[in-house]
């Protein structure tokens, strides 16, 4: 971690995605920096430049949650970004309890597994797959366990082939990998993960660079291109464990669709081969 730490390497990477134009300010002249410039965001923000400056730099590490409202705004955050802001910033909750071994709740594994025709897995907090169901393995093969998320989407090869946009699955992996260690960067996992994959993937260090924040809970729609069955469209159900770190991953069908046809075909396939 840069002597900045944290909150400072926050700051200056949102900074850097803000265009002048889009908080109102004129974009002309020669800029030597992108985005915006350090004197600009404490104007934004009602602050003064030497006290921003500080903030970015790591000399100051307190700010008050009024100056990271303020800064928030400034940056154009949304909810969940400002809430990262303020965990970074000491306002939340951040001490580190003792880490033990995720396992999936007996409860949950049981109820994955009785999912004979629809995909579901359990991820942990540094998105390593620790439960799926063969409907899951089977749509996509970097859902099995024991598989890093991560490493499957940055350096695996099957992602280019199994996603029709990669690149969007890969920068919502990153996202939600930073929403789920929140203020703690120098988590010694995530730093060797970090570490390893900032080596091998320029997109991932561009990315990790950005520093984006999605939460771990919601849903969305996935596209694949599947082997066996074709083209899927699938909505996704992306829900927190309670208690745990572990989110619950489930995939379904829009009823009456191509896709929940295809979907239907790939749970028979699935059927077929475990009665065999």
């Known amino acids: 971690m840069s002597a900045a730490g944290p909150l400072g390497e926050y700051l200056r990477a949102r900074r850097e995605l803000i265009r002048p134009g889009d908080v109102g ?18 104007l934004l923000a009602g602050i003064s430049a030497d006290y921003y400056l500080r903030l970015e730099q790591g000399r100051d590490r307190s700010p ?21 802001l303020h965990r970074l910033g000491g306002h ?26 629809t995909p579901a897995f359990v991820h942990g907090r540094h998105l390593d797959v620790l439960f799926a169901n063969p409907m899951a393995t089977a749509l996509a093969p970097i859902y099995r366990v024991g598989v890093n998320l991560l490493r499957a989407v940055f350096l695996g090869p099957d992602v280019p082939a199994l996603y029709p946009a990669p690149e969007a699955v890969a920068a919502s ?65 992306k829900l927190t464990i309670s208690g745990t770190t572990q989110s619950l991953v489930v995939y379904h069908a829009e009823p009456g669709s191509a896709s929940a046809r295809a979907l239907a075909r790939l749970g028979a396939a699935v059927s077929a081969e475990a009665a065999r």
């Open 173 to 237: 992996a990153v996202a939600g990998l930073r929403a789920q260690v929140g203020a703690e960067v120098d988590d010694p996992r995530l730093t060797e993960l970090v570490a390893e994959l900032t080596t091998g993937s320029e997109l991932f260090r561009r990315l990790w660079a950005r520093h984006d924040v999605t939460v771990r809970a919601g849903g969305g729609l996935r596209a694949f291109h599947h082997p066996r069955v074709g083209e899927l469209e699938l909505r996704y159900e």
């Open 25 to 42: 300010l004129p974009a002309h002249g020669r800029r030597r920096v992108p985005g915006l410039r350090r004197e600009e965001v404490a």
């Open 64 to 84: 008050s949650a009024q100056v990271l409202e303020a800064l928030a705004r400034a940056l154009l955050l949304d909810a969940e970004a400002t809430g990262h």
């Open 92 to 117: 939340a909750p951040t001490g580190r309890p003792a880490r033990r071994p995720e396992r999936v709740p007996v409860g949950i594994r049981q109820l994955v597994g009785s999912w004979a025709q």
